[in-house]
């Protein structure tokens, strides 16, 4: 595999106003994040930015990144944007997406992530699960949950479905997160179709994927990266910051 990493970032944000560039013990979000995928060492690294403000923090920070149209309608299209000026040719055949509200990734979890293409030969869009941390996930609306079909080795599965409902029965509720590494031909199908009923009834993108007949495979990692998406995520990300004392 080629892989390329490409991170979404645009300044609209209904909850967190200019997240990307939200400062995180002096250093913009945005720059934390592209940090975390560069020292994962999986292949090039790019912002696609949908602001010239996100592109002008990447670049002074020594990174790489792409202005793409604010009005594209999601990160998904935005990938496919930056690809067309990045890698016109098609030489990365793998597309990793990395949200821009995850500074402080594990570069492992990005790494695992990718394992399952080339682990998987029927596997067009991997992603990570983790177990549920709380009863609390099982309920929750905004937490979204993966139905996974097992592999022996308990670590990976095949996905059956995505929702937001709540779960019941014994067994484990796996807790998704918006990581995805795609085959570059999954990644264009899936940009090329039209939102889906169960991705419209849902409010989640990769069910579009699934109605697409695209086969999604999770892999289990240990714990979540911290995801900003409000003033309370920022300062909890702040405070970890503190806590691991990095700064620079």
């Excluded at 807790?175 to 009834?201: D, M, N, V």
Aim: net charge negative; glycine share 6%; with cysteine.
């Amino acid at each position: 595999m080629n892989p390329i990493v490409l991170i979404p970032a645009r300044l609209a944000a209904t909850r967190l106003p200019n997240k990307p560039l939200a400062d995180i013990e002096g250093i913009p979000m945005i720059v934390r994040v592209l940090r975390q995928a560069q020292a994962a060492n999986l292949g090039p690294v790019a912002v696609a930015a949908g602001d010239s403000e996100i592109v002008e923090a990447v670049v002074a920070a020594g990174g790489r990144a792409v202005l793409t149209n604010p009005d594209l309608p999601s990160g998904s299209d935005r990938l496919v944007a930056a690809l067309a000026e990045l890698d016109p040719r098609g030489v990365h055949d793998v597309v990793i997406n990395l949200q821009g509200d995850m500074p402080f990734v594990a570069p492992a979890d990005l790494a695992a992530c990718a394992a399952l293409l080339s682990d998987q030969p029927s596997c067009d869009i991997a992603t990570i699960v983790e177990k549920e941390a709380s009863p609390e996930v099982r309920t929750n609306p905004d937490m979204v949950k993966a139905v996974l079909a097992m592999a022996p080795d308990g670590r990976t599965g095949r996905a059956l479905y995505f929702t937001r409902s709540t779960l019941y029965g014994d067994g484990p509720v796996w807790h998704h997160h918006g990581i995805y590494a795609y085959r570059r031909a999954a990644l264009e199908a899936f940009t090329a179709a039209k939102p889906s009923p169960l991705e419209q009834r849902e409010k989640l993108e990769q069910l579009r994927a699934m109605e697409l007949g695209l086969s999604i495979w999770a892999t289990v990692v240990d714990s979540a990266p911290i995801s900003v998406d409000n003033p309370a995520d920022l300062e909890r990300a702040r405070a970890f910051a503190r806590q691991i004392g990095v700064r620079s």
